[in-house]
């Protein structure tokens, strides 16, 4: 087997047309002949493509490309049924915790959101039943780290369905499947595509069982990835370990420099020796990712911030070349009832730095002018 970085740009050597080495886009809707591919919404070689290389990064069987990483939530939360139990990460993406809340919850489905960086506090939940257990690693924005290899054995013990949210790390820093984990989710607008152009998600098993409902609910719900998107985030996985290893470098800076500035009061990525989460890091992944969460000290110095530097633009999303500072209370979080953000630390002093490709001192030269204003 290939090292990560080779088998990111080569994939599985497959292209799917005369050996092209870029994947071609197959932009049609229909196919005729009756052979592998009839329609687009059921399966496409371009698509098809990316989920192989999806499978082939994850170190997983099969994979499903999505047209959003909500959609990849969607699917997964439709293996669920009336009367089932999830337990799910209390610190998560806004739009994971309202699709649950505001979505799934209605068909009878319920939703504990529980802290996922301990595994007695998840082992003592386990223990009454649940179908599914759904975690990121690190969350958004306050980048707990769940220990995944206990969390995994846990769900097999009480045959619960482990799911990992990878987008942080990628597979380029931590194989979720390797450690247990039964599905891993991607957000592909993030780092896997990289580039601020496209929105994707992405599911990835090796339970093949799963992968039948997978399959299924996709052809259902008709929300696959189209041809031209696919070929995108194809695009951006044959440079995705060099932009990892660019956005951590530059992560480091960012945070070291954050924790000495004295509008900060704290400072949280799972890279710092100091962040409780980091053993057990160290002990599953190979990388720590781009992205700095800080508080400061007032409401406003926050509010100045948000209104971005020369540099790091002020806009929601993160994963993609550009540095950017969002506000998480308004903006990625604000579906979640205030007094539930701010008892998990997602304060209006909190604001979240998905750190980008440019200069590491252009980028703390741009956070000492935000910071000293």
């Known amino acids: 087997m290939y090292e990560f970085d080779t088998l990111a740009v080569i994939g599985d050597g497959s ?22 591919y009839s329609y687009t919404r059921l399966s496409n070689p371009t698509r098809a493509c990316l989920e192989r290389e999806l499978a082939l990064l994850e170190h997983g069987r099969h994979a499903f490309a999505f047209s959003s990483g909500l959609s990849a939530v969607n699917s997964v939360f439709s293996l669920l049924k009336s009367g089932d139990r999830v337990l799910i990460s209390d610190d998560l993406y806004g739009g994971t915790y309202r699709m649950a ?23 003592n939940y386990l223990k009454t039943g649940a179908k599914m257990l759904f975690t990121e690693s690190p969350t958004n ?14 769900c097999k013990r009480h045959s619960t369905l482990f799911v990992v949210d990878n987008t942080f790390l990628t597979p380029c820093f931590q194989n979720p499947l390797d450690l247990g984990a039964d599905v891993v989710l991607h957000s592909a607008t993030k780092y896997l595509s990289g580039h601020h152009d496209t929105v994707a998600g992405a599911l990835v098993t090796d339970n093949d069982a799963v992968a039948e409902e997978l399959r299924v609910i996709s052809m259902t719900l008709g929300n696959a990835l189209s041809p031209f998107d696919s070929w995108l985030v194809l695009r951006g996985l044959r440079t995705l370990p060099m932009r990892m290893e660019k956005h951590q470098k530059n992560a480091f800076a960012a945070a070291e420099y954050l924790k000495t500035h004295d509008a900060v009061e704290s400072v949280v990525y799972p890279g710092l020796p100091e962040h409780r989460g980091y053993a057990v890091s160290v002990s599953q992944s190979r990388g720590f990712g781009g992205v700095v969460s800080f508080t400061v000290r007032d409401v406003k110095t926050a509010k100045r911030l948000i209104n971005g530097g020369k540099i790091i633009k002020f806009a929601e999303s993160l994963g993609g070349f550009r540095s950017l500072i969002t506000y998480p209370i308004t903006q990625t979080h604000s579906s979640i009832p205030r007094e539930i953000c701010e008892s998990i630390g997602i304060t209006d002093r909190l604001l979240r730095l998905s750190v980008g490709l440019e200069s590491e001192c252009d980028i703390v030269k741009d956070l000492k002018a935000m910071l000293d204003e």
Request: charged residues 20%; proline residues 7%; glycine residues 8%.
């Open 141 to 154: 924005p306050m980048m707990k780290v769940a220990p995944l290899e206990a969390l995994a054995r846990l």
């Open 101 to 123: 809340t505001r979505l799934f919850s209605r068909y009878g489905i319920s939703f504990e959101f529980i802290d996922t960086s301990d595994a007695q506090n998840v082992e």
């Open 15 to 36: 292209s799917g047309y005369e050996d092209a080495v870029s994947p071609p886009i197959f932009q049609t809707s229909t196919f005729g002949g009756g052979r592998e």
